[in-house]
């Protein structure tokens, strides 16, 4: 059975950095869409950044591009999610999915098979 596993989170004031990392075992696919996703309390899961490392393209979203970098170390199987600048707007559970497509990765929650138990990131003001 695969499993994604994220660490990395915490609390930081606002304008810090965070590193998380997602530690992929046992994962079928050799060149899957990985991805970082976000959900605050009474809020939607959001995409925060996408891999797509059949091509290595990577995918932001508006509210995040140019202050997250998403990466991975094969060798390690591990995704990364650099986050700087953080804002309080940031606070949310962040999960690691993963997914093998013929296409482009999507964007969507439900098109990710694989997912992590998340790692909470708070972020004060």
């Known amino acids: 059975q695969a499993r994604l596993m994220e660490s990395g989170g915490g609390s930081v004031r606002a304008g810090g950095s965070l590193r998380l990392s997602c530690v992929a075992s046992r994962f079928p696919y050799l060149r899957p869409c990985m991805a970082w996703f976000r959900q605050a309390p009474g809020k939607d899961r959001e995409v925060v950044a996408i891999?797509?490392?059949?091509?290595?393209?990577?995918y932001y979203s508006d509210s995040v591009k140019g202050r997250f970098t998403i990466n991975r170390d094969s060798a390690k199987n591990t995704l990364y999610l650099q986050m700087n600048s953080l804002e309080p707007e940031d606070t949310a559970m962040y999960y690691c999915a993963g997914v093998s497509t013929l296409g482009d990765c999507l964007t969507s929650p439900t098109d990710f098979l694989y997912w992590g138990q998340g790692t909470q990131v708070t972020v004060s003001s």
């Open positions: 891999l797509d490392t059949g091509v290595d393209r990577t």
